[in-house]
């Protein structure tokens, strides 16, 4: 009589070990499949962040420097021309305004003007720190504009508003669109202005 041996499996022709070591193998691919979605969420959420702390900090230097032009009008304002000064040389500041040193000459009250806007201007843009030949302390691609209203009560009073506008690093809608300052400098496509950003202030001057 011929002896018979009969070999069990399980599955398809596989041993229970076999297959445990398979459904391992899936359960580790899967894992690191939403392990390295979880890693990209993260550095995008990162990327985010930055732009988003970058923007505030844009936007606080912007309102210092509003802060600090109207002090200087406020100190120099002895008349209705002195204040002009300001407001014609800061319809715009694409270039250099010429100046007086009021360092080291003794300045009437229309050479501050010129002064303080020159000055101004510098620490607008951030010319006091550079990385290579570009300023890298101030507002990226500013632009100021100032204008003043006559008010009647008192005699001699403006109501003053300055606009600064700078390039964003992200393109949003355009929430100022009736303000012209700096239009058409920060375009993503002609006219949305969707990388300006916009800062307005206004405040009272008297003589």
């Not at 009073?157 to 964003?168: F, R, S």
Request: hydrophobic share 35%; glycine share 8%.
């Amino acid at each position: 009589m011929r002896n018979s041996q009969h070999i069990y499996t399980t599955g398809f022709g596989q041993s229970p070990a076999s297959r445990q070591r398979g459904v391992t193998l899936i359960d580790a691919m899967i894992g690191l499949v939403i392990f390295s979605v979880g890693l990209l969420a993260l550095a995008s959420l990162q990327t985010i962040s930055k732009h988003s702390n970058f923007e505030a900090i844009q936007r606080s230097y912007a309102a210092e420097m509003a802060y600090d032009l109207f002090e200087r009008i406020r100190m120099n304002s002895s008349n209705a021309t002195i204040r002009a000064e300001y407001v014609n040389a800061y319809k715009t500041i694409n270039s250099e305004i010429t100046a007086t040193d009021c360092t080291t000459t003794q300045c009437d009250n229309q050479q501050l003007a010129s002064w303080d806007l020159e000055n101004w201007r510098q620490s607008l843009i951030g010319s006091s720190e550079q990385k290579g030949a570009t300023n890298v302390g101030g507002l990226i691609n500013p632009v100021a504009c100032l204008e003043t209203t006559a008010v009647a009560d008192p005699p001699g009073g403006v109501e003053a508003t300055l606009t600064i506008v700078w390039q964003g690093q992200t393109a949003l809608p355009d929430t100022h669109a009736a303000n012209t300052c700096g239009a058409g400098n920060y375009d993503g496509t002609p006219g949305d202005n969707a990388y300006r950003r916009i800062l307005v202030m206004t405040t009272y001057i008297n003589e």
